[in-house]
Structures are given as structure tokens and as C-alpha cells.
């Protein structure tokens, strides 16, 4: 495992739903290719406040690089509720992007 993905693990022993932290990781595991632990994290994040508005995007995009294309626009579509909902119209702007640009496909 990479330094890095150490690094936030070690760091989030201390804080194990620090929403940051556990995307950061999320993301890390992406870049070492284990995309089933970047979900877990990804969901973790929605499980612990599902505000967080940028995992929408992040766990669409996982799904839909995975074969999973109906949950991938179900994850933009609920992210676009959520974004709207917080008055976030640059989120909602880009999952809508997402969300057309898969649709469309």
C-alpha cells in the first residue's frame, strides 16, 4: 500500500468518520486500483452524513467504471436532490452533467 493511503488510515484511527479523511482515502484507493475499498469508503461517507455532496459524484463515477451504470445515476440523481436541497448549484451542475452524459450514453 502506498505511503499515502498509510498516512489517512493512521490519521483516521483517531477520527474514523472525518468525512475528508475518508474521501481522501477513497480517492487514494482509486489511484492504487482497489475500487471495491474506495467504496466502502465512499459509502461510509453517505452512511455518516449523507450532506456530503462531493461523494456523490466520486461514487457515480466509481460505479459507472465498474458496470453499474443504473446505480451510477441513481447516485448522481440522489446527489442533485441533495445538492439542490443545500442550495449547492455548482454540485447539482456537475452531477446533472454526469448524470445526462451517462444517460445519454
Known amino acids: ?3 499515502r493511503i498509510e498516512k489517512i488510515k493512521a490519521m483516521l ?3 474514523p468518520d472525518d468525512l475528508f479523511l475518508n474521501h481522501a482515502l477513497a480517492l487514494e484507493y482509486i489511484k492504487a486500483g482497489d475500487e471495491p475499498a474506495a467504496r466502502m469508503r465512499f459509502e461510509h461517507n453517505l ?3 449523507k450532506n456530503y455532496v462531493g461523494t ?3 461514487l457515480g463515477k466509481l460505479l459507472e467504471r465498474t458496470g453499474h451504470p443504473d ?3 441513481q ?3 440522489q446527489g442533485m436532490d441533495i445538492a439542490r436541497a443545500l442550495g449547492d448549484n455548482h454540485a447539482r451542475s456537475e ?4 448524470y445526462e452524459e451517462l444517460a445519454d450514453w
Open 1 to 3: 500500500m502506498s505511503e
Open 56 to 58: 456523490y459524484y466520486h
Open 95 to 98: 452531477l446533472q452533467g454526469a
Open 47 to 49: 452512511a455518516t452524513d
Open 75 to 77: 447516485m448522481y440523481q
Open 13 to 15: 484511527q483517531n477520527q
Open 71 to 73: 446505480e451510477a445515476l
